[in-house]
């Protein structure tokens, strides 16, 4: 069965740090583009980075960019984004999501093949 989980998010206060993991299972991410994405309530999903099957290309949000870092783990099969000096609106449910691709780079736009059940962050005094 192939699967993504995701872990690492919960409570923190602002200005604080947290890691957030993209474990598969059942499929190798080495083929793969992968992207993280955030949604809050009442909002639409919005692409925060992705990172490219070779991991030689990067992409962030513009509200990520400086605090936010994707990156990949081959031989752990995870994918990981380090989120610093992270604010209240920073607080969403985050999704990690597959695409496959031989692409050496990556898009948020892409149409992704799989996905995660999502992690909540919550940034909050």
């Known amino acids: 069965q192939l699967q993504l989980v995701e872990s690492g998010g919960g409570l923190v206060q602002p200005g604080g740090s947290l890691r957030l993991s993209c474990a598969a299972s059942?499929?190798?991410?080495?083929?793969?583009?992968i992207g993280w994405f955030r949604q809050a309530p009442g909002k639409d999903r919005e692409g925060v980075s992705c990172i490219s099957s070779s991991s030689g290309s990067t992409n962030y949000a513009d509200s990520v960019k400086g605090r936010f870092t994707i990156s990949r783990d081959s031989a752990k099969n995870t994918v990981y984004l380090q989120m610093n000096s992270l604010k209240p609106e920073d607080t969403a449910v985050y999704y990690c999501a597959a695409h496959f691709t031989r692409s050496s780079l990556c898009s948020a736009r892409w149409q992704y093949d799989y996905w995660g059940q999502g992690t909540q962050v919550t940034v909050s005094s």
């Open positions: 059942g499929f190798t991410l080495d083929y793969y583009a």
